[in-house]
DNA sequence: ATAATGGTTCGATGGTTGTAGAACAATCAA
DNA sequence: TTGATTGTTCTACAACCATCGAACCATTAT
């Protein structure tokens, strides 16, 4: 992994509201692999997370967006569009660079 | 490993000088671990670190004193004075706990 | 005592970032 | 078609941050 990346990964988790929307995401993510998920893939990602984001946090909705955009561009979730919305995923194989990053 | 400390953290390595900071500091300690240093403890940490930071990088003392600082505070390393300098070592238990953080 | 060395602290400054709101675009429902 | 829902983009602004130089403090050497 290169430097820049990791720079830009750290930069991404190093605001807090940032840091609750990949935790927020990380374990619905977690948790939506336990329940009845049946007929959704892995692959597709959680459905409606800005929606879901956007109740949660006490932020206005560009302010979200961006931050969004701030952790898909560092490679931490990767979204794809689904009709209005969007779904998204968090990327396991990112975690696992910072992981090895340190040693 | 609370969520505050983890944003210090993350702040302390998302900026460019004190990623490389970090990481001379990091590669210094290890490659100290397998030279002849016999005569010095592991405790000890590395000497004469920050002028050998100035020496390496193209800033002044000033902000190297402040992201020295900034690292310390954030758990990452830990200076002791000794005489005119100081001695530094990484934390290596803050790096794995970083680690677990990230599952 | 005086000077030199190694860091720290302070104040200023320019650049970056987090945030909101308004206007917009795209999709869906009626 | 019209209106509602979802999210994006733009502009603006305040807060924060990286950086420097100067003045400073503490330790060591002369």
Request: with cysteine.
């Amino acid at each position: 992994m290169m430097k820049d990346n990791m720079i830009k990964i750290f930069k991404a988790l190093s605001s807090e509201q940032r840091l609750n929307i990949y935790m927020m995401l990380y374990e619905w993510q977690m948790s939506s692999n336990t329940e009845d998920s049946s007929f959704r893939s892995f692959e597709e990602g959680m459905e409606k997370c800005f929606t879901k984001a956007c109740c949660c946090m006490d932020l206005s909705k560009s302010t979200i967006s961006h931050h969004f955009k701030e952790l898909e561009n560092a490679g931490l979730i990767t979204c794809t569009r689904n009709g209005q919305s969007f779904n998204c995923k968090v990327n396991m194989e990112t975690v696992e660079e910072i992981r090895n990053f340190l040693k």
